[in-house]
């Protein structure tokens, strides 16, 4: 009888032993469910400042920079940013993020000096003023105009395009500033074998000629485009020079 009864007591001991291993377990877990939920409630980003982005809306911004599981969070943010985190974004050399409260960050943008870009493979080759790649991706940019007409053997990022006359990327980047300047949007910028340029504006193409008094060819260009709308034909500015001068139209 006294073997059973210590065999007994030694049997409640040990299931009141796992019982409190499993309490315990219980205990830990309510804790750690306790504390995500803190944290995801403490540390949640509702408002977010950005600047210095133009080829992507802030909310573009946003889905890029704040994501994943965590990408809201403050304090994931200010983990990562530790770490040496980079993100990806299309257009964006890097960013800069401050983290100003558990619920507020501010997102600095800055953006890789576009000057044009060229269709290769089905891919669309963006370089800068120098005409150096500087990125490639599937998306064509509203706001980086089109060359075509460049010949070239072939492409390699972060390299000089092996163009024949290396001054057509100061004039390329000459005409993006003089567009832009006089609010003129090309979808598409055309170098003949001479290095003539065509400049597309819609179902409007201008013949602009050689590099030469490009600012006041398209100075006149932005007063003569609204009368042209829903037009389709050549506007002839390649010998244009001065205020006398006739500019033609002739419509296809």
């Known amino acids: 009888m006294r073997v059973i009864a210590g065999g007994r007591v030694r049997h409640r001991k040990r299931r009141s032993h796992k019982l409190y291993i499993v309490i315990g377990i219980m205990i830990v877990l309510l804790i750690l469910v306790c504390v995500y939920f803190y944290i995801r409630s403490e540390y949640r980003i509702t408002a977010v400042k950005i600047e ?37 974004i299309p ?18 943008v800055y953006e890789k000096m576009l000057s ?6 089905g891919r669309y080759i963006y370089f800068d003023k120098d005409g150096v790649v500087v990125e490639s991706t599937k998306e064509l940019s ?55 340029i065509t400049a597309y504006f819609g179902q409007v193409r201008a013949s602009l000629g050689q590099a030469e008094y490009l600012d006041e060819k ?10 042209l709308e829903g037009m389709s034909g050549e506007l002839k500015v390649e010998n244009y020079t001065n205020i006398m001068d006739d500019i033609d139209f002739k419509k296809d």
């Open 116 to 121: 044009g870009c060229v269709e290769h493979l």
């Open 91 to 108: 257009f964006v050399d890097t960013v800069e993020i401050e983290i100003v409260s558990h619920h507020e960050i501010t997102i600095q």
């Open 52 to 88: 210095g982005n133009t080829y992507h809306t802030d909310e573009e911004i946003k889905e890029y920079v704040l994501t994943g599981a965590f990408g809201d969070n403050s304090l994931y943010l200010s983990h990562a940013i530790k770490k040496g985190k980079e993100w990806d």
């Open 142 to 196: 509203e706001k980086v105009p089109l060359i075509t007409g460049l010949e070239y053997k072939q492409i390699v990022m972060y390299k000089q395009l092996p163009v024949s006359k290396e001054e057509v990327f100061s004039t390329i980047f000459n005409l993006t500033k003089l567009m832009d300047k006089y609010n003129l949007k090309a979808n598409r910028i055309h170098f003949d074998p001479d290095y003539n």
């Open 218 to 227: 398209l100075m006149n260009i932005q007063y003569i485009l609204p009368s």
